[in-house]
Nanobody
């Protein structure tokens, strides 16, 4: 059974960098064919895909956030990390990590795209 767990600060000040780590158990993040993503859901809004790192380490980002987003991984710890720079209150959301067994430029904002999820973590951007 694959399990994902997000960790990181719940409160970030405006203009600072949001950093979250997803620790994966029960599945190797380098296993061929799997993709590991970060998504978020702001209050009252729908799911928003932020970016993905593949089993080979390739990264893909939402174009409108690409300049502020970075996803990296630590294969020894079986973790992948999201960094979002220059945050504003509009970045307040529940952030989740998730796994999919395919990657395409469509349907990335749909829950059905992902087969395993972390529980999600609330991040608030406020001074």
């Amino acid at each position: 059974q694959v399990q994902l767990q997000e960790s990181g600060p719940g409160l970030v000040k405006p203009s600072q960098t949001l950093s979250l780590t997803c620790t994966v158990s029960g599945g190797d993040i380098t296993r061929v064919g799997y993709f590991w993503s970060w998504v978020r859901q702001p209050p009252g809004k729908g799911l928003e895909w932020l970016g993905t790192i593949s089993f080979s380490g390739s990264t893909y980002y939402k174009p409108s956030l690409k300049s502020r987003t970075s996803i990296s991984r630590d294969t020894a710890k079986n973790q992948f990390t999201l960094q979002l720079t220059s945050v504003t209150p509009e970045d307040t959301a529940v952030y989740s990590c998730a796994r999919s067994n395919r990657f395409a430029n469509s349907n990335l904002d749909e829950r059905s795209t992902y087969d395993y999820w972390g529980q999600g973590t609330q991040v608030t951007v406020s001074s």
